[in-house]
């Protein structure tokens, strides 16, 4: 089963309504997440989600983030390996161009064929994009 939880931005991490839903849809106690935090300006952000995910002590597998902040960290194996073993990503919220410029490259060509992300639900674009990039 695969699924999309498009939540925006400023999440309420105290309200674990919406992280034990993510939690229960990546596979409850055999989930294994990874959170994307590229977007966010604010450095904690990855480690905070991680910490949230962590607290709700109902996955195994300790959450983790990938930190990365250049297309070439984006392209190493680890982080790869991480996204195709994942079954549950977590992308924060914020600038989200600022995750699609590391995925993309083409961005003339994207933007001619699926229209201006910014006038559109920026994660839902990300996420099938990861999912194309990564072979997910």
Not at 24 to 34: F, Y
Not at 62 to 78: C, N, V
Not at 112 to 133: E, K, M, N, Y
């Amino acid at each position: 089963m695969t699924s999309l939880i498009a939540i925006g931005g400023a999440m309420d991490v105290e309200e674990p309504i919406i992280f034990e839903e993510f939690v229960k849809l990546a596979g409850r106690m055999k989930a294994n997440i990874v959170v994307l935090p590229q977007a966010s300006s604010l450095a904690q952000t990855g480690k905070e989600y991680s910490q949230t995910f962590q607290k709700l002590d109902i996955i195994k597998k300790k959450p983790i983030s990938l930190e990365f902040r250049t297309r070439a960290e984006a392209d190493q194996k680890s982080n790869l390996e991480a996204l195709r073993r994942a079954t549950g990503i977590f992308i924060a919220g914020g600038t989200q161009m600022r995750l699609a410029s590391l995925i993309v490259e083409d961005h003339d060509r994207l933007w001619a064929q699926w229209g201006d992300p910014t006038r559109t639900h920026c994660s839902v674009f990300l996420r099938f994009w990861i999912h194309r990039q990564y072979h997910l």
